[in-house]
């Protein structure tokens, strides 16, 4: 239903994680463009179908229960949020880590480093949530819309994105985050949000046509 009502914008706007690797990206050294590991972000959609549908679903105990893979072997925010601190005040929990918490630090870790490289780099090719999401956005009710009568081609909000999306070419992309930091750097306010059906997630020349199209059919009305 948040799918099918927000698309990615719960990746942009709710989720925490996503907010941390924000922060992390503000360190300030050196930065990384992710346009050419665009392959990559076909990653978190195998992660979706392996560790989130079909390992939980053939792998099962005597009780027919499978775990729940994804959150035990790769997400690190278990180890961030839960792991970390109860075991920093309960010294039982501390005696307790094994090999996985090693495992699930390790992974922690890298993806902290690679978000002070790389701009949301769990968010774009790892997180089954953001996977399944990016599906939605095709289809949900909010999205981008760009004005092609506004639009001069300056190309700055392909430049701003930082999810690698040009919203005039695909503003219903499954990368784009609705951040709106194209709408901040458009100089003509020609992208902005919209909600609800109709123009929802049209190029600038599919708009063009729609809105033609419309046109000769008024002009017909009234002849
Ligand atoms: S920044 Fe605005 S004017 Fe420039 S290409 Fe994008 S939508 Fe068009
Ligand atoms: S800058 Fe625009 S196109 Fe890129 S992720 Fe943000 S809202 Fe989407």
Redesign the pocket.
């Known amino acids: 239903m948040l799918g099918v009502l927000l698309g990615r914008f719960i990746c942009g706007f709710l989720c925490p994680f996503g907010w941390l690797q924000d922060l992390l990206h503000k360190v300030p050294t050196k930065k990384f463009s992710t346009k050419k590991l665009k392959p990559l972000t076909y990653i978190k959609y195998a992660v979706l179908l392996l560790a989130v549908v079909l390992l939980p679903v053939l792998i099962v105990n005597d009780l027919g229960m499978g775990d729940p893979y994804f959150c035990k072997y790769i997400c690190p925010q278990g180890v961030l949020e839960g792991a970390l601190p109860l075991s920093a005040v309960n010294e039982g929990i501390r005696l307790a880590l094994g090999k996985l918490f090693s495992w699930k630090l390790v992974v922690l870790i890298s993806v902290v480093v690679l978000s002070v490289l790389f701009y949301r780099p769990f968010c774009k090719w790892i997180c089954p949530l953001g996977a399944f999401y990016a599906l939605f956005n095709k289809v949900s009710l909010f999205g981008m819309k760009?004005d092609e009568h506004k639009?001069?081609?300056?190309?700055?909000?392909a430049k701003v994105c930082k999810m690698d999306v040009d919203v005039?070419k695909t503003p219903n992309s499954t990368e784009c985050i609705r951040c709106g930091k194209?709408i901040s750097?458009?100089?003509?306010d020609?992208?902005s949000f919209q909600y609800g059906f109709g123009m929802l997630g049209k190029t600038v020349d599919e708009n063009a046509k729609i809105e033609n199209k419309t046109n000769k059919k008024e002009t017909k009305e009234e002849l």
């Open positions: 760009v639009c001069v081609s300056c190309g700055k909000c005039t194209c750097a458009c100089p003509t020609a992208v």
